[in-house]
């Protein structure tokens, strides 16, 4: 009996653990998720998305641990990343060690998983980081005692990350990295102060590239690596690791230590762990395909260096690399020629630190594809004056060349000799340049991609590059008939260059180009080229002519014609086409005498012409100007408002230069661009703006577009801007003057967005306005109008139309009666007097006749859709409502008076739901109701003297009393009057 009772506890025991692991975390499921929310809403600056039932917690799944899982979860940024997505998160899993917690206090998380996360990191030009999303909290430790806590013991048994995309764009420090589909474990005690770090990484692609260089491009990444953790020391140091890009696979030895002051210390050493040739030659961009396997590749290679001391701001610790290779070759399968003889020397080495320190020594680069050698050397014993002693001989078969080193789809073929001699110093200061004697020749040379049937044959060249006295005026390159043709076309050239201080050039070209062709022969991917360029060009002259604008010494002669143009890319949908352009050439100008062309769907023709090419092209702060005539019949710019893909995007930004401190990555406006414009455009399209006969005299110049005049037709009525747009890259704005002929009121408030923030009552109006109005404020990154920061003022007429009745005229009816039987409120010219201010649309006062009574308004309209009005109505007698009988009954103690009276109404709330109530009341004469109140209140205290005065004198008069009585009573009559005054004053 005793073993069943037993049994039965212990039965309803676990009955009542397992209904609590069902049901409890359902319980606090919703308590979680509002701590979750509120946590959010307090210290996160993004907005962060997961679904409503996103979030599970949860013991069944690894009993007895506790496993809580967010699902879908997405943060997107504010502000100046205002949708830019930081994070997108499929799943997130934790799973915790509960009996660890209750037994020893001690946190021990058995697995944090994450689950195809997408990360987009941005740092702007400015430095602001997209990532910097946690909210500053005061300070609140102060006047606590810290000093007895125990150290929080946490445990970390594995931590997954799974199928992971990363793009960083860092625009401030020029870094761009990406990586594909990465994968990472790792496990550790984070509870010790000395532990063990497993890590394992793999990716699929990986690219890190620094100012628009990639130094990793697309390898694949496989990491093994235990690191020691000296918590105490801030100190790391290798033990097992191996890393492999693609199959080159290297490890390293060694410690780092974060020292004080962000300074990094280290002792570092790595080599190659693998020295198989097949290895390093998979690191070659173009080599590692799906065919690598099948490549035979014979010789070993020597990989190893070190990197040892402090690594502070621009400082690095010193570093040396060392690469050796001896004969090796390597053949692809089907192709009869290998690359044989490899030899490299190569050692790089810095013992300070110092970039111009580093010293760089390609003591040997050789190797020979059939009977075809190249050898040479390059050493440069510093980046600073770059000390150089070059030497390269080779004679290359083409052929060959691409038979042991195949180009999938292409074909090149021709012989190229080059032979150089290079010693001395490059010093752009002191003039200084390299004794160079070089000379590359090309002959019969052929090209044909296999998208493009008809070859470039026949492609000869000869160059020559000298400079005997080691002074960079003295260096002289030659170019001597250049000549290549294509499908029937022929183009040649001949030139020279010399004279780096003071570039002197004598250039001659003459053929045509069918630049279809070209582009299939560069296989220019994704990319639409096509169109006939003939040119006959000849110039000649020096760059300080040019700086100075002495054109008659520089000769530039020639024409050039365009047919059939048309560009497209992913990057520019829309695309170009160019049916016929002619161009004729002289040393001032480029004068287009004839333009036609299709850009997306707007067609444009053109004539004008381009001044000062020469300085613009020659000169790092050259200036372009010209002049044109455009005519375009339509142009839609809604169709140039396209998304680009993020991570171009990205890596676009990253690569770009920035001005200091600012938040605006590009100025829309080139700052070295002085042109006039005169345009016609029959119709003009802009987001849900449909303008007609635009005419247009614009002039760019220093990155500010000012309008000179400009007239067009929008919604009916006629509009003439005149006014700037400045694309200053810290702060951007516009200044304009705008003059308004009858515009529809009810299609600008559907149009403008201005309009419909500080004028809504204008969707009630029916009718025209005029417009005389300045209007300036600052632009957003995208050159749209910051309608927060609009100032301007101006004069606005309503020619004719109507008020409709709303919320706001209903509320005013209930202070008088309506004079017309109309609901519509007539307006016929009526001016109104505006400021812009602060967020403020104020109006001076203006009159308007609302429901047949004279009505005077003023006040203002803000940003946030708050009204604050005004209104002097007339109301005579016989249109007092019970509303102003109520409201002037607590003012006089009275109803409203027989005569005609002037009511003040104020206006509050929004046009949506207004507040309207009584100010203020005054007779028509002009009397306010303090006056009235004031004049009742004498009568009042008149009528109660007097009836006290006569009671004193009754008893004074009809009594037979002395003088010295009498005396007495005057003066209390005095007393009595003046003390009835004071109390009736005080009542009211």
Do not use: C
């Not at 696979?249 to 570092?268: C, E, H, P, R």
């Not at 090419?613 to 169709?639: R, S």
């Not at 003012?891 to 203020?920: C, E, F, I, Q, R």
């Amino acid at each position: 009996m005793k073993k069943k009772k037993l049994l039965i506890i212990l039965g309803s025991t676990l009955g009542v653990l397992l209904l609590a692991v069902l049901i409890l975390p359902y319980l606090f499921k919703p308590t979680i998720k509002q701590a979750a929310d509120k946590f959010i809403a307090e210290n996160i600056n993004a907005d962060v998305k997961f679904p409503q039932d996103g979030l599970s917690i949860g013991m069944l799944r690894h009993f007895p641990n506790f496993t809580l899982a967010l699902e879908d979860l997405s943060v997107v940024g504010r502000d100046e990343f205002k949708g830019d997505t930081l994070v997108n998160l499929k799943k997130f899993e934790v799973t915790v060690n509960i009996f660890a917690l209750i037994s020893s206090g001690r946190i021990e998380v058995n697995k944090i998983i994450l689950d195809k996360p997408k990360l987009n990191v941005i740092v702007l030009p400015n430095g602001k980081a997209n990532y910097d999303i946690y909210k500053a909290q005061p300070d609140t430790t102060k006047g606590v005692d810290t000093t007895k806590a125990e150290p929080v013991k946490f445990r970390l048994k594995e931590l997954a990350l799974k199928n992971a995309d990363i793009i960083y764009s860092d625009q401030k420090s020029k870094m761009f990295a990406s990586v594909k589909n990465l994968n990472i474990t790792g496990s550790g005690d984070l509870a010790e102060n000395v532990f063990d770090l497993s890590t394992k990484l793999t990716a699929d692609k990986a690219t890190v590239a620094m100012n628009g260089t990639e130094y990793l491009s697309n390898k694949s990444l496989d990491l093994n690596f235990v690191v020691n953790m000296d918590m105490n020391n801030n100190k790391y140091t290798f033990k097992d690791n191996s890393i492999k890009v693609n199959d080159f696979n290297f490890g390293f030895d060694g410690w780092v230590q974060l020292a004080q002051q962000n300074a990094i210390k280290m002792d570092v050493t790595f080599m190659a762990l693998d020295n198989s040739f097949k290895g390093l030659l998979s690191l070659v961009p173009g080599v590692y395909t799906e065919s690598f396997g099948d490549i035979k590749a014979d010789g070993e290679f020597d990989f190893s260096g070190y990197a040892k001391g402090t690594m502070k701001d621009s400082l690095l610790p010193a570093f040396g690399v060392k690469l050796v290779t001896k004969n090796a070759s390597f053949k692809y399968p089907k192709v009869p020629e290998a690359i044989k003889d490899i030899n490299i020397d190569l050692n790089v080495d810095n013992k300070d630190g110092l970039i111009p320190s580093t010293a760089i020594n390609l003591n040997k680069f050789s190797f020979k594809i059939g009977n075809n050698p190249f050898d040479g050397y390059l050493k440069v014993a510093n980046l600073k004056n770059f000390p150089v002693d070059a030497k390269v001989n080779a004679r290359l078969n083409l052929g060959e060349l691409t038979s042991a080193f195949p180009i999938e789809g292409m074909t090149i073929k021709g012989i190229f000799d080059l032979a150089l001699n290079a010693k001395g110093v490059y010093d752009d200061k002191t003039g200084a340049f390299p004794i160079l004697a070089a000379t590359a020749k090309l002959t019969n040379g052929f090209v044909q991609n296999k998208l493009l049937p008809t070859p470039l044959q026949n492609l000869n060249f000869v160059m020559t590059a000298s400079n005997t006295t080691g002074k960079a005026e003295n260096t002289v390159v030659q170019i001597g008939n250049f000549n290549m043709l294509l499908a029937g076309e022929s183009l040649t050239a001949t030139g020279s260059v010399q004279n780096i201080k003071d570039l002197a050039w004598n250039v001659k070209v003459a053929g045509g180009v069918d630049l279809e062709k070209i582009a299939k022969i560069f296989n220019l991917k994704d990319m639409t080229l096509k169109g006939k360029v003939k040119a006959n060009l000849a110039t000649s002259g020096k760059l300080s002519d040019v700086t100075a604008k002495r054109y008659a010494n520089v000769k530039a002669s020639g024409n050039m014609n365009v047919a059939n143009f048309s560009y497209s890319s992913p990057d520019f949908k829309q695309g170009v086409t160019i049916s016929t352009a002619a161009v004729v050439f002289n040393p001032a100008s480029i004068n287009l005498t004839k333009f036609e062309s299709k850009v997306g769907s707007s067609q444009i023709s053109a004539t004008g012409s381009v001044t000062n090419y020469m300085g613009f092209l020659f000169k790092p702060d050259g200036v372009l100007g010209g002049n044109l005539n455009v005519n375009i019949p339509t142009f839609n710019a809604n169709e140039w408002m396209t998304p680009a893909d993020k991570e171009a995007v990205a890596k676009q930004q990253a690569s770009q230069p920035s001005k200091k401190d600012s938040s605006v990555a590009v100025s829309m406006i080139p700052k070295n661009i002085d042109f006039d414009l005169k345009a016609h455009i029959g119709k003009f399209t802009y987001d849900n703006i449909v303008a007609d006969n635009v005419n247009a005299l614009v002039s760019i110049s220093k990155g500010i577009m000012t309008i000179k005049d400009a007239n067009m037709g929008i919604i009916g009525g006629l509009v003439n801007v005149k006014g700037t747009f400045d694309s200053d890259v810290k702060k951007p704005k516009f200044d304009l003057d705008l003059g308004i002929k009858s515009v529809s009121i009810p299609k600008a408030f559907e149009t403008f967005e201005t309009i419909q923030k500080y004028a809504p009552i204008s969707q009630y109006v029916v009718g025209n306005m005029d417009l005389n109005y300045n209007l300036k404020g600052d632009l957003t990154k995208d050159m749209t109008p910051n309608v927060a920061s609009l100032n301007g003022g101006g004069l606005v007429k309503i020619l004719s139309g109507t008020l409709k009745d709303t919320k706001l005229t209903s509320l005013v009816a209930q202070f008088s009666k309506p004079a017309t039987a109309s609901a519509m409120t007539e307006i016929k010219e009526l001016a109104l007097s505006t400021t812009l201010e602060d967020g403020k649309l104020s109006v001076k006062p203006f009159d308007i006749s609302m429901h047949g009574r004279k009505t005077t308004v003023s006040g203002y309209t803000s940003l946030d859709g708050k009204i604050n009005y005004n209104l002097l109505m007339d109301v005579p007698a016989n249109a007092v409502t019970t509303s102003l009988n109520s409201a002037m009954s607590r003012y006089l103690g009275k109803n409203a008076a027989s005569g005609d009276m002037k009511v003040t109404l104020g206006v509050t709330g929004t046009y949506s739901k207004p507040s309207v109530k009584l100010v203020n009341v005054a007779s028509a004469s002009g009397k306010t109701v303090q006056s009235e109140v004031k004049e009742a209140v004498q009568d009042k205290v008149k009528q109660e003297a007097t009836k006290e005065a006569s009671k004193l004198l009754d008893k004074v008069i009809g009594g037979s009393k002395s003088d010295t009585a009498k005396k007495k009573a005057e003066d209390q009559l005095k007393d009595a009057a003046k003390k009835k005054l004071n109390d009736l004053f005080k009542r009211r």
